[in-house]
């Protein structure tokens, strides 16, 4: 999107990565976007894309987004670019006005996808072949019923391992009316079940439902777990991480976070790829 649609110089055909969203600058406030993605080699990149996913106007997020570019460059020394991804038309036009800082000469553009930057895909074909635009076109334009059911029919055509996560991922960022969209969609359709919200409404009535039920039960108590040990330890969640984390059900994905939570310094250690 970024290089396609908004004509950032991204770098092509190198490795991508989600680092580490832990961008302390001491004497410095705690500084932790959404997500951290780094292209090139991991350890010297040659660009880094702080996301924000922006649900409404936030005039304090205007003084911490300039902090994230700068903190992350001090970091990384490479070209930073701030990412605003807005389900609403009128929080991405605010995301898009320039951020003047008190440092001179350093103002801020961020990038804003939009409703307007995203195309309501509403061929199954087109939602299978690029499931990424099709989960933010849920996110943009989910309460359109054909958007909908294109991409729960892409579902059936992804790879297993694959398809629970682009449902996680489009729940996550859907707006309670593509949900409720989702849920008539889940009603009418018969299809593979691949979250806690999916599994309530699928196979009302039958035996198997019971021992989905268990499972169910198990990943939350999981999920519940995470979120007390990095409590405890006094680790920030953001409610983003704290709705994907109670989202998941992947029970043994839950277990590895349970363990991880133990020694994480950050949310974002959950979330790590292992080296």
Same mark, same amino acid.
């Given at each position: 999107m970024l290089r396609d649609h908004l004509g950032v110089d991204v770098p092509? %055909? !190198?490795?991508?990565? +989600?680092?580490?969203?832990?961008?302390?600058?001491?004497?410095?406030?705690? !500084?932790?976007?959404d997500v951290v993605i780094t292209v090139g080699p991991r350890h010297s990149p040659l660009h880094a894309i702080v996301v924000e996913i922006q649900q409404k106007e936030e005039p304090d997020k205007l003084h911490a987004l300039p902090r994230y570019a700068a903190a !992350?460059?001090? &970091? /990384?020394? #490479?070209?930073? *670019?701030?990412?605003? +991804? #807005?389900?609403?038309?009128?929080?991405?036009?605010? @995301?898009? @006005?320039?951020?003047?800082t008190s440092l001179?000469?350093?103002? /801020?553009? #961020?990038? +804003?996808? %939009?409703?307007?930057?995203i195309p309501a895909v509403t061929d199954p074909a087109e939602a299978a072949a690029h499931p990424e635009l099709a989960a933010l076109s849920v996110m943009a334009h989910g309460e359109h019923p054909p958007v909908m059911e294109a991409f729960v029919a892409a579902l059936r055509r992804l790879p297993?391992?694959?398809?629970?996560?682009?449902?996680?991922?489009?729940?996550? /960022?859907a707006t309670k009316a593509a949900r409720h969209v989702m849920e008539k969609v889940m009603e009418?359709?018969?299809w593979p079940v691949y979250s806690p919200?999916?599994? &309530?409404?699928?196979?009302? %009535? /039958?035996?198997? %439902?019971?021992?989905e039920g268990r499972r169910r039960g198990q990943a939350e108590g999981e999920a519940r777990a995470v979120l007390t040990i990095l409590e405890a330890r006094g680790i920030g969640v953001s409610d983003s991480d704290r709705a994907f984390i109670r989202a998941c059900t992947d029970v043994g994905l839950l277990d590895e976070w349970v363990?991880? @939570?133990?020694? @994480? *310094?950050?949310?974002?250690? !959950?979330?790590?790829?292992?080296?």
């Open positions: 092509d %055909g !190198l490795p991508v990565q +989600v680092a580490s969203n832990d961008l302390n600058d001491r004497p410095s406030i705690d !500084l932790r976007p !992350l460059w001090l &970091q /990384l020394a #490479c070209p930073i *670019t701030v990412l605003m +991804v #807005c389900p609403k038309a009128r929080t991405a036009k605010w @995301a898009a @006005a320039p951020i003047r001179p000469g350093y103002t /801020l553009a #961020c990038q +804003v996808i %939009g409703p307007d930057q297993a391992e694959h398809a629970p996560q682009y449902y996680e991922y489009a729940y996550r /960022l009418t359709t018969t919200f999916a599994r &309530q409404h699928y196979g009302k %009535g /039958l035996e198997a %439902g019971r021992e363990r991880r @939570a133990a020694t @994480a *310094t950050s949310a974002a250690d !959950l979330f790590a790829e292992e080296s």
